[in-house]
Structure formats: C-alpha cells, structure tokens
C-alpha cells in the first residue's frame, strides 16, 4: 500500500467523529460511484449493496470470479495470521470459509493443522490449489458457501473466517453453520466499519461495535477484541474486530 494512503488514514484518525461523517456525507453524495466506476471499470459492481440480496448463487458465484481475476491478494496479513495461531492454540482440523487464494490456509498448514479451505469462488478456488500445490502443503479444496457448509455437523475442531463475514448474504445463516461444524472454536476477523453505500469492496454485513459480533453468534464462551490494522499494506487498512467462540 502506498505510503500516501497509509498516511491520509492515519490523519483522518485525528479528525472529530462529525467532521469525518461530514466529508463521507458528501463522498457518498456525489463523488463516491463515479470514483468507483472509473477506478475499477465493467467487472467491478458499483450497485452490490443494493441488489445482493436478490441475486442467485450463481449469480454471486460470477460475480466473486470476476472480482478474483482482477485482485492479488485475500486481505490476510502476517500479523492476522499469528493472531489467528495463538487464538486456534492446539493443533487440529481447519475449515478456512472464505479462504480465498488460500493465503491463510497455507499458513495453517505449514503450521501442522488439517486443512479444508472453502469459498464460493471458481477462480480462487483453483488459484488456491495451484499455490499449496507449489509451496508442497496439502489442503482439501471445496466450493461453497458459509450459509450451506457443505459438512456435517462437528466436521472440524476449529472454523477460521478471516475477512469474509463481512461478505455474507445471510448472517443469521452463516453464524449458524460456522458454529454447526466446529466443536471446539470458532475465529473471526471482521472490519469494525459502518456501512457506506459505495466502497471498494463486496461487503454486506456492517460491525460497528463488537456487541454486533458477539450478539451474532451468541455463544456463552468468548473474548472480543479491537484491533489496529493500520500498517496492512493490502487492501484492508483500519480497525477490526478478532473474535473467538468457545462452543458450548
């Protein structure tokens, strides 16, 4: 990321809450869509948040493939996945939703986990596969989506999702399959934003508090914490949320 853009976020972290709604007032307004339409060009759909909802799965799966042609990489950072580590503890069975090109789950591999990485996404997927492949790290590969896992229940000790809730249709659905499959721990990394009409992004669910996550999944067991990710240097810069569930 450049140097410019980490700098322009640090300084709009000193601006008084007012102003800083007052200058995405305006953005949204009038300048955010057109920015968006010529930054991105035909495969980026400026108009997701408005019609996510009535689209099919094969629908969104086209629409994840054509995003995936066109980024290099799934927002997970060094730093997200030591947090993730230390936060999964014991080593054991990872279903990785939303695993993208597979940085994550890589990673977990590497460090002695079983691994079944799952996305909607065609192009991902095999992206994914070709890079465990050549970095020698054995991973189950399989499409779907988080509101229909298509494991049964209790499949996996632990369900990572890194950067992916904020992606789902239904997040009712979604929370109640992650916790179907686990049977020791769910892990979650999650912007903590607000939700902006147009945005760089493909996100649909919108935490702005961790009472938000932590109502969501309503797990007895957990611990919530806000976390800096100022100094990413892909796409993701600001703060977030790393939740972990305990299951019950």
């Known amino acids: 990321m450049p140097r410019l853009r980490k700098t322009y976020l640090w300084l709009k972290t000193l601006l008084p809450e007012s102003l800083r709604e007052s200058l995405s007032f305006v953005n949204q307004r009038w300048f955010a869509r057109k920015t968006l339409q010529r930054k991105y060009g035909s495969w980026f759909d400026v ?15 086209k629409a994840y493939d054509e995003a995936w042609k066109n980024r290099n990489n799934d927002c997970v950072e060094e730093t997200d996945a030591e947090m993730i580590l230390k936060a999964l503890g014991s080593r054991g069975s990872v279903l990785e939703v939303g695993a993208g ?9 590497k460090e002695g986990f079983a691994v079944t990485g799952l996305d909607v996404s ?3 997927l095999g992206r994914a596969a070709e890079r465990s492949f050549q970095e020698g790290v054995t991973i189950e590969w399989r499409q779907g989506f988080a509101e229909k896992i298509p494991f049964p229940d209790k499949a996996f000790d632990y369900v990572t999702c890194c950067h992916t809730l904020e992606h789902v249709r239904d997040l009712a659905q979604a929370t109640s399959e992650l916790k ?7 892990v979650i990394l ?5 939700y902006r009409l147009y945005a ?7 935490f702005e508090r961790a009472e938000q996550l932590i109502d969501a999944f309503g797990l ?5 914490s806000e976390i800096d990710c100022l100094d990413h240097e892909h796409e993701f810069q600001g ?3 790393l939740y972990v569930g305990r299951i019950d």
Do not use: M
């Open 122 to 124: 065609e192009e991902a």
């Open 220 to 224: 007895k067991q957990y611990e919530c």
């Open 200 to 206: 760089e992004n493909y996100h649909t669910q919108f």
């Open 190 to 194: 999650t912007p903590k934003q607000k």
């Open 101 to 109: 090109i597979g940085t994550l789950a890589i990673r977990l591999g």
């Open 47 to 61: 108009d997701w948040r408005k019609k996510f909802r009535s689209l099919s799965d094969e629908e969104w799966k």
């Open 180 to 186: 179907r499959v686990a049977r020791k721990k769910i």
């Open 239 to 241: 703060k977030a949320f």
